[in-house]
């Protein structure tokens, strides 16, 4: 696994998101109840920013929502819990490391539950 600092953690708000652009991919890296998620910052319906979107929780799972069509994606897989979005973005392992945010975005991105501090 290669983790990289991506941000530090005060730059991302409290159940919000913060859009990094990496070089080879935009990831949205999100707070929400405690936890820190990283996925990949494009709507796989749309191709519009997730981080944009509202963060909640879902039929007990946490997700971003599309502001645009209003698909959310599950923080810990990338699978979308609602259409129109049917199919999943990447998601990314993350370390926070004192106030430093480290994803690792050359991991598969589909991996299960990859996700928290």
Do not use: K
């Not at 929502?65 to 897989?77: A, I, P, Y």
């Not at 991105?109 to 501090?117: C, D």
């Amino acid at each position: 696994m290669a983790f990289e600092r991506v941000c530090g953690l005060s730059e991302v708000p409290e159940d919000g998101a913060l859009r990094v652009e990496l070089a080879d991919v935009d990831v949205a890296v999100v707070r929400f109840e405690g936890q820190v998620y990283a996925l990949q910052d494009l709507c796989s319906h749309a191709e519009v920013p997730l981080s944009e979107g509202d963060v909640e929780t879902v039929d007990g799972a946490p997700t971003i929502e599309c502001w645009l069509h209003g698909s959310c994606f599950d923080l810990r897989t990338g699978e979308p819990t609602n259409l129109p979005a049917t199919e999943p973005v990447d998601v990314y392992p993350v370390r926070v490391e004192g106030e430093d945010v480290l994803v690792d975005i050359d991991a598969d991105g589909r991996l299960p539950l990859a996700s928290g501090n």
